[in-house]
Nanobody, 120 residues
C-alpha cells in the first residue's frame, strides 16, 4: 500500500512562492509516474505537473515557467516548487504516484491534498 502525504501548503501573497512536498511510503524509484493535480472550489481536478520514471516532465500551460516538479529519491519525496503565484492558483493540491500493481496493470495512489491560498 502506498500513501502519499502532502505538505507545504499555506497562505501566500500574490507573487510569492511555496514548495509542496509529497512523501511516499515506499521508494519512488519504482514509481512509473509522479504528478501534482489541483482542484479549486466548484471546478474539476486538473493536472498541474507530472514526471515520468524516464525523467520527462509535462506542465499545464497555466503554470509553465512558474512551477517545477522534482524528486529526491533518497527521501522518497516529490516536490512542486511554485513561484510567481497568482490568486487563481488557489486550490487544494494533490500528489499522485503511479506504480505497477502486483495484480497487473497500473495503480494510482492519491494523497489527501494540501490547501494553497494566494491572496491578491
Amino acid at each position: 500500500q502506498v500513501q502519499p502525504v502532502e505538505s507545504g501548503g499555506g497562505l501566500v501573497q500574490a507573487g510569492g512562492s511555496l514548495t509542496l512536498s509529497c512523501q511516499a511510503s515506499r521508494s519512488i524509484l519504482s514509481a512509473n509516474v509522479m504528478g501534482w493535480y489541483r482542484q479549486a472550489p466548484g471546478k474539476q481536478r486538473e493536472l498541474v505537473a507530472r514526471r515520468t520514471s524516464a525523467g520527462s516532465t509535462n506542465y499545464a500551460d497555466f503554470v509553465k515557467g512558474r512551477f517545477t516538479i522534482s524528486r529526491d529519491n533518497a527521501k522518497n519525496t516529490v516536490y512542486l516548487q511554485m513561484n510567481s503565484l497568482k490568486p487563481e492558483d488557489t486550490a487544494v493540491y494533490y500528489c499522485t504516484l503511479q506504480y505497477l500493481s502486483p495484480l497487473g496493470g497500473l495503480r494510482d495512489y492519491w494523497g489527501q491534498g494540501t490547501q494553497v491560498t494566494v491572496s491578491a
